[in-house]
């Protein structure tokens, strides 16, 4: 047998990365009615058990997204759909378009944009993959702060898509994405800290917007391609599988044309598309990344010498927790977190007050004893960047009672890690009624998502 050519392995990738055809397509159909009906009763399960608890801001098309992100378990359904009234809550993501605009060196190094609506009227945004300068990019912005852009994206294209829905008489919410990876080397995907912020931007994507990308178009693949998939493979869902599209060959700009109209496909993917300066990149509103410059890399770390700042170590394969006391909804919390060599996995529970002495429970447990997976998470457990740039942040408490930090190194079995932290914990200030009317609004409805066991 002749020896295999890089090409020709990519081309057998490809091909085994299609799902199979299914040839009697009554089979199909059956197979396809089936899950629809599950999902459904599922569905009917999950509204069942959140009865009157269920949060409005949710419709049966979030519902079904949290049960398939949860291969339709309707208890670790809920659970997920706790987590993100709370992580939203946490960000502030409902008013993220109003307070937060991501840095400016950032916004100048962009890859991407958006091109306009497919035939269907669903955004299009255009991702040059491989034009980004990854490595200024965690050092310039934290992990928490990266959930921030990611959220601040999507928002701004959702409140674009609906309103093109209204003027055009669409039905569709969901959006295009176009991942260019001309360009892309292998040093770019092997930088750890990268990968990792990769792996965690796909988690996110599919736990907490499972259902925001219609279909995810890959062109300009390297021959190692198949090298990089591995990395992803295994985090990535039956239900984004389906909608990861990887055109082969040299025919991939007719495929794109399929799905978009020549005049709104840029010319360098294979349109009729030029910006007002003949560009057939156009970068008037794609970005083609940059350097980001070193003054805008994270310089602000915290001074060890400060009796404020907590030193700790995180035992190898281990969680280290920290308790702090917010017993007024309307607390502000103010962090800086940091670790010495290594990144860190980091989560925020709530812990309520013991209705009977009006204190935490488990009060008395140390720190260490605690055990998260019986408290309400606030956060999921984002593996942070921070011994690149530190955490620097600050939220309002909608619940009253203890705040417990957690660090998780349960992923490193031969390196424990030093974290190095400072946490201010402020009263509420409160101007007006309504401002703290409206956190214990929130706080009810989150505080509600109970679980049943």
């Not at 946490?423 to 214990?440: A, F, G, M, R």
Request: charged share 25%; net charge negative; hydrophobic share 40%.
């Amino acid at each position: 047998m002749a020896p295999q050519t890089a090409k020709s392995l990519m081309k057998e990738f490809r091909a085994s990365f299609r799902r199979k055809k299914v040839t009697d397509s009554t089979t199909k159909i059956e197979k396809a009615k089936a899950l629809e009906e599950e999902e459904l009763a599922k569905l009917v399960e999950l509204k069942e058990n959140l009865g009157e608890n269920l949060p409005p801001q949710y419709t049966d098309a979030h519902l079904l997204g949290f049960l398939r992100a949860r291969s339709l378990n309707v208890k670790e359904a809920q659970k997920l759909m706790k987590i993100d009234a709370n992580m939203c809550q946490f960000l502030r993501a409902d008013a993220i378009l109003d307070e937060y605009e991501p840095s400016e060196a950032n916004m100048q190094c962009s890859i991407s944009g958006m091109i306009g609506f497919d035939k269907e009227g669903s955004l299009i945004r255009v991702m040059n993959v491989g034009y980004g300068d990854y490595k200024g990019f965690i050092h310039s912005i934290s992990t928490i702060e990266e959930f921030k852009i990611f959220i601040w994206s999507i928002q701004k294209d959702s409140i674009l898509q609906a309103e093109e829905c209204k003027k055009k008489g669409y039905k569709c919410n969901q959006i295009v994405y176009i991942l260019n990876l001309e360009n892309i080397s292998m040093s770019q995907v092997m930088y750890k800290p990268a990968l990792d912020t990769g792996l965690l931007a796909l988690k996110l994507l599919q736990d907490h917007y499972h259902d925001v990308a219609k279909a995810i178009y890959i062109v300009n693949a390297p021959i190692f391609f198949s090298s990089i998939f591995k990395l992803f493979k295994p985090v990535i869902g039956d239900s984004l599988e389906k909608r990861l599209k990887i055109f082969d060959g040299d025919d991939w700009r007719e495929q794109l044309l399929k799905h978009i109209d020549a005049d709104i496909l840029p010319a360098y993917l294979g349109g009729n598309r030029v910006d007002s300066n003949n560009d057939p990149l156009c970068r008037e509103f794609i970005g083609f990344g940059g350097i980001i410059p070193e003054s805008s890399y994270a310089a602000d770390f915290l001074d060890l010498e400060d009796p404020d700042v907590v030193i700790a170590t995180v035992p190898a394969g281990a969680t280290l927790n920290f308790r702090f006391s917010t017993p007024i909804v309307g607390t502000v919390i103010q962090w800086h977190i940091q670790a010495k060599d290594n990144d860190i996995g980091i989560g925020v529970f709530y812990e309520p007050l013991d209705a009977d002495s009006n204190s935490s429970k488990n009060s008395q447990k140390k720190a260490k004893e605690i055990d998260v997976s019986e408290l309400e998470p606030l956060t999921p457990i984002i593996r942070s960047q921070c011994h690149i740039c530190p955490e620097i942040g600050s939220t309002v408490t909608w619940l009253s009672g203890t705040t417990i930090l957690h660090f998780d190194n349960t992923y490193s079995w031969m390196n424990s890690k030093e974290v190095q932290f400072k946490i201010i914990i402020e009263p509420p200030v409160v101007k007006d009624n309504n401002i703290l009317n409206s956190v214990n609004n929130a706080a009810n409805a989150v505080r509600k998502m109970t679980v049943k066991q």
